[in-house]
């Protein structure tokens, strides 16, 4: 019987932890993961972009073409929402923290937007402006 405890024990905890991957991360756990760091994004087809999470919740986006779009990010329930002022409607998703780093995934599934963390590091990223060559 003693033998069978950390069995249980080890398979409980495997259950748990398949678990919390499913759960989204709260505000405050995004912000500490993401906080002085910039992530490196990719879809299923390639490449999304990077984005900076800088202080007080600010973050600079730059797309695939290495444009920046300055913003904020802000909990909304289980959500994380991104204003950059120049959308009609401020763009929420669902962060999760897998082995390899972020997933995300936005509200609207009816497309397939979901996006993978494939870096992660502590240097901005380079912008350009909208226009100009590489």
Same mark, same amino acid.
């Given at each position: ?29 995004? #912000?500490? /993961?993401?906080?002085?760091?910039? =992530?490196?994004? $990719? @879809?299923?087809? &390639?490449?999304?972009?990077? #984005?900076? /999470?800088?202080?007080?919740?600010? =973050?600079?986006? $730059? @797309?695939?073409? &290495? ?15 991104? @204003? ?51």
């Amino acid at each position: 019987m003693v033998r069978s405890v950390p069995l249980a024990l080890s398979v409980a905890l495997l259950v748990v932890a398949a678990q919390a991957a499913d759960i989204p991360l709260s505000a405050e756990a995004f #912000e500490d /993961y993401t906080t002085g760091y910039t =992530v490196t994004f $990719a @879809d299923r087809a &390639g490449h999304a972009g990077q #984005e900076t /999470y800088l202080e007080n919740r600010r =973050v600079r986006w $730059a @797309d695939h073409e &290495g444009v920046c779009t300055d913003g904020s990010w802000y909990g909304m329930g289980e959500m994380i929402c991104f @204003d950059y002022g120049e959308e009609p409607v401020t763009q929420c998703w669902w962060f999760y923290l897998e082995d390899y780093g972020l997933r995300a995934e936005y509200i609207d599934q009816s497309a397939d937007s979901t996006l993978f963390e494939t870096g992660r590091d502590d240097k901005p990223i380079t912008c350009r402006q909208p226009g100009t060559d590489l």
